[in-house]
């Protein structure tokens, strides 16, 4: 069994609704003729906005 301390579980919750967040923002912008660099931007934007940091990628 894995136990999360209080902690943990708080920055989960944070991370969850920030991806939440961008999710949505993007989804909302995705449209016929949209550029996805478009979509990007926005969702950067969003991600931005709720003062975090983007993870490179693997």
Do not use: W
């Not at 708080?10 to 999710?23: D, F, G, N, P």
Request: charged share 20%; hydrophobic share 55%.
């Amino acid at each position: 069994m894995l136990i999360k301390l209080p902690g943990e579980l708080a920055l989960m919750q944070e991370a969850c609704a920030i991806a939440e967040a961008v999710t949505q923002s993007a989804i909302d912008v995705v449209h016929r003729g949209v550029r996805e660099l478009d979509v990007r931007a926005d969702a950067m934007h969003t991600l931005f906005r709720h003062d975090a940091a983007p993870v490179a990628a693997m």
